[in-house]
C-alpha cells in the first residue's frame, strides 16, 4: 500500500497544497512551524479518522477560513487502480467523507480501508504514561485490521456509559432492578470478552516481534517483555485473528460485573472491564516505566511500532503506510541504520519520514529517496 499524491487545501497553516509521494523512502524537510507535521496529520487521519495530536476537527480548518479539506489518492497491493478518500470538516456542521466520489456515513466506516502506523515522539508516553496509552496503541492497530473488533470495542465504550450511569443513580438512591444490573453486565462482557481475546493474541504477535526488533536494535544487550493484563482473561481464551469461528467465554466477565455491584455504586463507576487492561513492558524482570533510560524508552516504542507494521502485513496481507514524524532527529546513527534497513524501499514499503534537515538520511542510503522541501505551508 502506499500513497500517490496528498492534497490539501485550508487545513492547518496551508492555504493549497499538493504533494507528490513515491513509493520507497519520503522526506519531508523544512523548517519547525512550516507545515511538515501538518501533511503527516492529514494522511494519518484516513487511517484513523481523528488527528494523532489529539485536536479536534474544527482545529484542522485555518484561521479566517470557512472550511479545511484534505484527500488522499493512495493505491493497495495487486489493485490497477488507486482509490482517493476525501474529508470536508466545516468551520460549522458536520464533516464529509468519500471514498471515489462517494459519500460515507462516518469515521468508522473509512477505517480499514487505508492503514498507516505512525511514530511521533509523543508515542514515548507508551513507556511513560498509564495504561490508556497502551490500551489505546492496541485500539489503533487493531481496528485497523478487524472490522469486528472495531464494532464490539465501540459498543463496549458506549455501553460503559450507560452503566456508569447506571451506577450514578443507585449511588443516588434510586432503585435499579436486579435485571437492569444483569443486562448491562450480559452486553459488557460479552463485549469485553471478545475485546480481551483480540488484544491477548495481538500482544503474543506483538511481543515475539518487538523482541526480536529490540534486540537488533541493542545489539542483543537487552530483552524486552511484553504481559497483557484484562479482567477478561481467562485459561484457554480464543485466538480470533487467527481463527475467526472461535467465541470467547463471557462468563469470567460477567460474574466479576453481577458480584461487586455494591463496591462499584460505592466507588461511582465500573470497576472491573477491559477499559481497564494494560501491557505491561519489562526489562530484565523489572517495569521499563520505572528502570528503562531514555534510549531504551525510544527503542521499545520504535519496535512496537515496527512491529505494528509487520503484523499488519502478516494479517492483513500488505504493508501499511509508515509515518515517522521527527524520530530521526532524536536517534544515533546506528539506530538511524537499522530501521532505514528494516523499513528499505526493497521491502515494498512506503516510508514519509519529516526532519527539519534534508541529510537526516545518510548519503549513502540517500539514492533515491524523494526530498521535499516544505516553506509557509507549501511543498517545493
Same mark, same amino acid.
Given at each position: ?11 492547518? $497553516? ?5 504533494? &507528490?509521494?513515491?513509493?520507497? /523512502?519520503?522526506? @519531508? ?6 507545515? !511538515?507535521? $501538518? /501533511? ?13 495530536? +489529539? ?16 484527500? /488522499? ?20 456542521? !458536520?464533516?464529509?467523507?468519500?471514498? $471515489? ?21 509523543? $508515542? ?112 484457554? /481464551? ?34 472491573? +472491564? ?14 521499563? !516505566? ?5 534510549? &531504551? &524508552?525510544?527503542?521499545? #516504542? ?37 530501521? @532505514? ?11 514519509? #519520514? ?27
Amino acid at each position: 500500500m502506499f500513497v500517490s499524491r496528498a492534497t490539501y487545501r485550508d487545513w492547518r $497553516n496551508i492555504t493549497e497544497c499538493s504533494v &507528490q509521494l513515491d513509493g520507497g /523512502i519520503n522526506v @519531508l524537510w523544512g523548517m519547525n512551524a512550516q507545515g !511538515k507535521s $501538518n /501533511i503527516l496529520e492529514g494522511i494519518y487521519y484516513f487511517a484513523r479518522g481523528r488527528s494523532f495530536r +489529539g485536536a479536534k476537527d474544527r482545529e484542522f480548518v485555518r484561521f479566517g477560513a470557512d472550511f479545511a479539506s484534505a484527500a /488522499i489518492d493512495y493505491r493497495r497491493d495487486g489493485y490497477e487502480n488507486d482509490t482517493r478518500l476525501e474529508v470536508v470538516i466545516p468551520k460549522n456542521g !458536520k464533516k464529509r467523507i468519500s471514498r $471515489n466520489g462517494a459519500p460515507l456515513s462516518s469515521s468508522a466506516e473509512m477505517m480499514g480501508s487505508f492503514r498507516a502506523v505512525l511514530f511521533c515522539p509523543a $508515542n514515548l508516553s507508551m513507556v511513560t504514561g498509564g495504561p490508556l496509552e497502551r490500551r489505546t496503541f492496541l485500539d489503533i492497530a487493531l481496528s485497523q485490521l478487524s472490522g469486528v473488533y472495531l464494532t464490539y470495542l465501540r459498543r463496549y465504550h458506549k455501553v460503559l456509559l450507560e452503566r456508569n450511569a447506571l451506577i450514578k443513580r443507585a449511588a443516588d438512591g434510586q432503585r435499579v432492578t436486579t435485571q437492569e444490573w444483569e443486562v448491562y453486565a450480559d452486553v459488557l462482557s460479552e463485549c469485553g470478552a471478545w475485546i480481551a481475546a483480540f488484544r491477548q493474541e495481538y500482544t503474543g504477535y506483538l511481543g515475539e516481534a518487538v523482541e526480536r526488533y529490540f534486540l537488533g536494535m541493542t545489539e542483543g544487550r537487552e530483552v524486552p517483555e511484553l504481559r497483557y493484563t484484562s479482567h477478561a482473561l481467562y485459561e484457554g /481464551i480464543p485466538s480470533p485473528i487467527k481463527d475467526p469461528g472461535a467465541v470467547p467465554d463471557k462468563s469470567t466477565l460477567y460474574e466479576k460485573l453481577t458480584q461487586n455491584v455494591e463496591r462499584e455504586v460505592a466507588a461511582g463507576t465500573t470497576l472491573w +472491564g477491559t477499559h481497564k487492561d494494560d501491557i505491561g513492558l519489562i526489562f530484565n524482570g523489572r517495569e521499563a !516505566k520505572a528502570y528503562a533510560s531514555q534510549g &531504551q &524508552q525510544r527503542s521499545i #516504542v520504535l519496535s512496537m511500532k515496527l512491529a505494528e507494521a509487520e503484523i499488519a502485513k502478516t494479517v492483513g496481507g500488505e504493508y501499511p503506510v509508515i509515518l515517522l514524524d521527527d524520530v530521526f532527529s532524536e536517534l544515533d546513527e546506528s539506530r538511524r541504520h537499522y530501521i @532505514l534497513d528494516s523499513l528499505g524501499a526493497e521491502a515494498g514499503r512506503q516510508i514519509i #519520514v519529516t526532519s527539519c534537515e534534508p541529510d537526516i538520511i545518510p548519503g549513502n542510503r540517500s539514492e533515491g529517496v524523494n526530498f521535499k522541501h516544505v516553506v509557509a505551508g507549501e511543498v517545493e
